[in-house]
Nanobody
Framework: QVQVVESGGGLVQPGGSLGLSCVASGSIRQILNMAWYRQIPGKERDLVARIRSDGYAEYADSMKARFTISRDNAKNTVYLQMNSLKAEDTAVYYC???????????????WGQGTQVTVSS
């Protein structure tokens, strides 16, 4: 019913920048909260940043100064701009969306498949 697809991952040098995008598509009446999480192998999935439909955003403390989350409600798209990247930012980045279905009006949680970000020289 709803698909969430990330794009934009890849290899970047320390100190560099990278932008991620995520689009939600399908039988959607409205996308509510959207967020980015990341996961390192063997560890839990951690919140990077989240953004409400009104644009209010919150960040994990360690990424607040370097990452920016934004969204385009008309396109059901969320973005993550990552600057001053460090080796410890290497992870699989996952997109998350709360979607209100067009058919029932019920709200469900959806995850993307993840995109790899590698920070290395």
């Amino acid at each position: 019913q709803v698909q969430v697809v990330e794009s934009g991952g890849g290899l970047v040098q320390p100190g560099g920048s990278l932008g991620l995008s995520c689009v939600a598509s399908g039988s959607i009446r409205q996308i509510l909260n959207m967020a980015w999480y990341r996961q390192i192998p063997g560890k839990e999935r951690d919140l990077v940043a989240r953004i409400r439909s009104d644009g209010y955003a919150e960040y994990a403390d360690s990424m607040k100064a370097r990452f920016t989350i934004s969204r385009d409600n008309a396109k059901n798209t969320v973005y993550l701009q990552m600057n001053s990247l460090k080796a410890e930012d290497t992870a699989v980045y996952y997109c998350y969306a709360d979607a209100k279905l067009a058919t029932t009006g019920f709200i469900y949680k959806y995850w993307g498949q993840g995109t790899q970000v590698t920070v290395s020289s």
